[in-house]
Structures are given as structure tokens and as C-alpha cells.
């Protein structure tokens, strides 16, 4: 990647992921990196929303041969909506290390979640032209977006616009299935119309699809490509929440393909656009629109990008690791080893819960054994710290004491005359 790129601006969202001074720490490595490979990139901060799309901008002006993007899908959707817009910044490339909570893009081009790792593997990448979707509410067209991975229309665009901000802070991803949970019972499922060349379809969702990842472990769009000039979408007619929990299985094992009331198509535009009084809510990259009516473009070619040089050919693994699986093992023998050497007359019932404790952190592992292992298999589930860990292990113990104190024997009391 490095040829003439000497010159060039890393913009950091502190407030993606888990940030803080772990993260400035690998922020610094990775510069050690790109300077080893002849890059100079200056670091600059993000303070609030918008200020990355300000950041970008301004870097096409100032002469920068590469911006470095480093936080989540709407960190990243920022930057590409800066360089989008400015004269010439197609003709900037853009590179990820990836600090958010999702980072469709990074799965998409196996980029390790470990930022020094992304760093090491992209001075060693090529730089590929991509296009661009670009989402634009009819009635505001100043109001437009441009999208580098995913868009949506209906319950996950509701789901993006009423999640709780300090939730999805403390909890990360956690965030999105609380309320998807929640949507599952209280949103509509109002039928819009999504019309695309000659087809037309009233949907209750749509899913727009430039990348195969989706949110979290999963891949919906699975026929998409980066460097074609369509997108692969996804749309679902029913108006049931139940049928919504009925696909998860199918969605979990990569099976929702030809599944019941599931459709999938390809095409260059999308219209979507209500049957009644309701606004069609959308997201674009995480973010949020909503508005009476939506157009989804294609734009060919509009963004250049630093992709990992086996990326095309390379899949993330089916399976975790097995020194992964072997953490597993290891964790709940230590377990059962100190729970002997500390309350050698412990009730089974505490020992299960101890054995519990002691393995939760590898819940990425044992998931990756029963199912997709798409972001499990980074180790960056909220459970694998040490932090998270020790709280899962109160909760627990906490758990038991009150299961132990109900099933505790009365003992009479004898009064004695």
C-alpha cells in the first residue's frame, strides 16, 4: 500500500468501542507501524458527531495522500461522506482500524480487530477503487447520505433510531439485541413499498446490502461485493414479530437463503416509499434517517480503499481457533482446582456455578462451536475481559447465596421450662 503515500491524517473516535488509554496506546504503535512502512500519519480526535466528515474534508485540502479512519461503522460513514463530497477526495484513499462496536467493513476485509495487527496487515495491502451507495430521503435530497457497507428500511432502522446511546456505551452490541427484543413486540411491522427498475414488492423490511456482513456474527447479503456496481437486497413481507424470531435460526446456520417469505435480488437503485401515514425509518452504516420516503443508489467507483493484500481470497474461519477451545478446558479445570483447594465441601450446586464462572469469558469460543464464529472468532465479545469477568462471577455467586438461603432447612426453636 505504501508506494507514494507519505502524508497522512488518522482520525479517531475515543468514544467508539472501548476507548480510552488502551486504545491511544495502540493508536501510537500502529503510527510506529505505518512510519516503519514510511507513513507519517497524524493523529486528531473527534469531539462530536460530524466532526470526522469536517476532519476528511479538510484532509483533501491540505495535501494528504491517505486518511486512516479508526472507530465504527458511523465513524467510518463519516469519513466516507467527507471525502465523498469534497472535490477530488475519491482520489484520497481510505484505510480502517477498526475500534467500534460492529465493524462490518473490517469483517468484510478479514482486518484483525487487534489495531497494531490491522496496521501491520495494511502497510502490506493494495489499493482498490470501491463504489458507494448513497441514500437520499426524496422530499429532503440535501439530506443525503453516502454508505460504504449496509442499509436498511423498517425494523432495523427503528431499531438504530430508538437504541439507547448509554446502553449501547456500556454494553456495546448487547445494545442492538435489547432492542430488537423490545421492537419484537411493541413495532407495527408496517408494509412500505420497495420499487427497483420494474419489480415492485411491499415489504416490511429491506436490507441493502455493498458488503456480506451484517450487525454481529451474521452475513445477510451474502451474494453482495464491494467492487460490483449493484447491491444484493434482502426484503421480508410479514407483518408478524413471531415469524421475525422464526428466521433467527435460519439466519444463525446461514440458511435464511430460500427460506419461506424471504427475498433476495440484485439491482442498481431502490426506491422505498410508504403506503399510509407512517415514515419508512432507515439506517446507513448504523445511522439513522427517517423521512416520508427513501432512494438507495449505487455510485460506481466513488471511494478508493487500502483492502488487505489476500483479501478476495481469504475467509474468516467457520471455527474458532483451537487454543480458543482449549481456553475453555483450561479455565474450568483451574476452577474445579481452586474450588477443591478453597471449599473442599462445596455443594454441587456451587460447584456448577463456579465451574460457570470461571468459563463464561470464553462464551466467543463455546458459541463458535454450535454457530457462525464471524466476530467471535476476535475474541471481542463483551465477556472476555478480566473486568467482565469478575462481574460475572458476583452476579453468580450473588445468585447462588440466595438459592442457597431459600433452600436452607428451618431449624425450630425449642423452648425449654
Known amino acids: 500500500m505504501t508506494g507514494d503515500l507519505r502524508n497522512a491524517l488518522l482520525i479517531h473516535n475515543p468514544n467508539a468501542g472501548n476507548g480510552g488509554n488502551g486504545r491511544r496506546r495502540m493508536l501510537d504503535e500502529a503510527r510506529r507501524i505505518f512510519s516503519s512502512a514510511g507513513i507519517e500519519a497524524e493523529l486528531i480526535e473527534t469531539r462530536g458527531p460530524g466532526d470526522a466528515t469536517y476532519m476528511a474534508q479538510r484532509a483533501t485540502t491540505e495535501g494528504r495522500q491517505l486518511v486512516i479512519a479508526c472507530g465504527g461503522d458511523g465513524t467510518l460513514n463519516e469519513v466516507v461522506n467527507g471525502l465523498a463530497d469534497a472535490q477530488n477526495g475519491h482520489r484520497v484513499p481510505l484505510a480502517l482500524l477498526p475500534g467500534g462496536t460492529a465493524n462490518i467493513l473490517a469483517k468484510e476485509l478479514n482486518l484483525p480487530w487487534d489495531i497494531p495487527g490491522a496496521a501491520e496487515k495494511l502497510i502490506h495491502g493494495e489499493i482498490r477503487d470501491i463504489a458507494l451507495g448513497l441514500a437520499t430521503p426524496l422530499l429532503e435530497p440535501e439530506k443525503k447520505r453516502y454508505f460504504l457497507s449496509v442499509a436498511g428500511a423498517g425494523p432495523d432502522g427503528m431499531i438504530v433510531y430508538a437504541i439507547d446511546l448509554d446502553l449501547k456505551a456500556r454494553v456495546g452490541i448487547l445494545a442492538y439485541w435489547w432492542q430488537g427484543a423490545r421492537e ?46 449493484q447491491f444484493e437486497l434482502m426484503a421480508l413481507t410479514t407483518q408478524s414479530g413471531f415469524r421475525y424470531l422464526s428466521y433467527l435460526p435460519s439466519l444463525w446456520f446461514d440458511k435464511l437463503r430460500g427460506t419461506d417469505g424471504v427475498h433476495f435480488w440484485k439491482a442498481e437503485s431502490i426506491v422505498c416509499e410508504p403506503l399510509d401515514n407512517n415514515p ?103 465477556t472476555h475481559s478480566i473486568v467482565a469477568s469478575i462481574a460475572v462471577s458476583v452476579i453468580l455467586g450473588v445468585i447462588y447465596l440466595s438459592i442457597a438461603r431459600k433452600a436452607a432447612p428451618v431449624i425450630p426453636s425449642v423452648a425449654v421450662f
Open 184 to 229: 419484537v413486540f411493541r413495532y407495527k411491522f408496517p408494509h412500505f413499498r420497495v420499487v427497483t427498475g420494474d419489480q415492485k414488492i411491499d415489504a416490511t423490511l429491506v436490507i441493502v446490502g455493498r458488503t456480506k456482513h451484517y450487525g454481529g456474527p451474521f452475513k445477510i447479503t451474502t451474494a453482495a461485493d464491494l467492487y460490483e456496481n
Open 280 to 382: 419508512v425509518y432507515a439506517q446507513i452504516d448504523g445511522g439513522t434517517s427517517r423521512a416520508p420516503a427513501h432512494r438507495v443508489q449505487d455510485r460506481p467507483a466513488c471511494a478508493e480503499t487500502s483492502c488487505p493484500p489476500e483479501w478476495g481470497r481469504a475467509e474468516i474461519p467457520a471455527r474458532a481457533p483451537e487454543s480458543s477451545k482449549m481456553d475453555v478446558g483450561t479455565h474450568a479445570l483451574a476452577s474445579v482446582a481452586l474450588t477443591r483447594a478453597f471449599i473442599p465441601r462445596a455443594p454441587l450446586t456451587a460447584w456448577i456455578f463456579i465451574v460457570v464462572a470461571g468459563t463464561f469469558a470464553d462464551i466467543d469460543a463455546l458459541s463458535s462451536t454450535f454457530g457462525p464464529s464471524a466476530y467471535l472468532d476476535w475474541h471481542h465479545t463483551f
